[in-house]
């Protein structure tokens, strides 16, 4: 596993690219907007004009797109990568999307020789960075042990959950989790400033304790100095949240915090704050 095609240069896989170089990895790109690649292929990663090009003679691909029918597109298409990848490569979906489509890619997969898992990630921009990401993986456990020197690149949580789609399904568990403890973290903030308190103060009493997250650690800071640029893309969010929604409607739950957590950020994103990091949420409370 030497030789790696990367679909997909956003606010993630920019971070996760070059992780990989480091360790020695030679990295194909491909985006839609090649501009989105250029620090990558400045520090030497190979840009590639296709998608099929950028998969050929690679040992292992992966993408980190952003919505389900982006995921559909680079693996299903006429030119995408389960036509043109070689038999006994991996594949390796690390967006967030639909487990029901985590199997299918497995499914169609399996008739080409091809392994596939889900490999969806938790921590943000800065885990991104640090190579600290949690890497939550679905598929064949002879696949997952023959990637994770790749996945020891990216991240230092990494776990085997099972088979195809419970690395997904792992990650819908981590959104719900996500939904109530933003949405607590802001409106802490705002009671707080709505009682006259020093919000600094507060934080630095409160975070150590019980009432501690990475929510707290990591998105209050911002929300202070009105930093709302994207670790993670509100849009994104709300559909993960509505991916969660539908697997949980599936087995028969109503799941009420993130229900109306997903309500809210849905009112967010209606004032065109959509792109905003998630948050951005405190937007909600002010208005």
């Known amino acids: ?30 985006t839609r907007t090649k501009s989105k690649a250029s620090e990558v292929i400045e520090k030497g990663a190979k840009w590639c004009d296709s998608l099929k090009d950028c998969v050929a003679q690679a040992d292992a691909v992966i993408t980190m797109v952003g919505f389900p029918k982006d995921v559909e597109e680079v693996y299903f298409g006429e030119d995408g990568i389960l036509n043109n990848v070689r038999p006994g490569s991996c594949v390796i979906d690390m967006t967030t999307t639909s487990p029901k489509l985590s199997k299918r890619i497995y499914r169609e997969a399996l008739e080409k020789g091809v392994y596939a898992l889900d490999a969806p990630v938790s921590g943000g921009d800065v885990g991104a960075q640090k190579g600290t990401l949690a890497i939550m993986v679905g598929g064949d456990k002879e696949a997952f042990e023959k990637c994770l020197k790749i996945f020891e690149a990216l991240g230092t949580n ?15 568990a981590n959104q719900i989790a996500i939904t109530g403890t ?17 919000v600094q103060k507060m934080l630095d009493t409160i975070s150590t304790g019980a009432a501690g997250s990475w929510q707290m650690s990591n998105m209050a800071p911002r929300i202070l100095k009105d930093d709302l640029d ?37 009112e967010v994103a209606r004032k065109q704050m959509d792109e905003l990091g998630t948050q951005a949420l405190i937007k909600y409370y002010e208005k």
């Open 1 to 30: 596993m030497k030789k790696i095609g990367f679909i997909g240069i956003g606010v993630m896989g920019k971070s996760m690219v070059l992780n990989l170089m480091k360790r020695g990895f030679e990295v194909s790109v491909y």
């Open 158 to 172: 990494i776990i085997y959950e099972g088979p195809e789609g419970a690395g997904q399904h792992t990650k819908m």
């Open 182 to 198: 933003i949405a607590s973290v802001c409106e802490a903030i705002t009671y707080a400033r709505a009682v006259g308190l020093d």
């Open 230 to 266: 994207p670790g993670f893309f509100i849009k994104h969010f709300i559909k993960d949240m509505e991916i969660a929604r539908e697997e949980g409607q599936a087995v028969d739950l109503d799941l009420e915090v993130l229900n109306n957590v997903l309500n809210m950020y849905k």
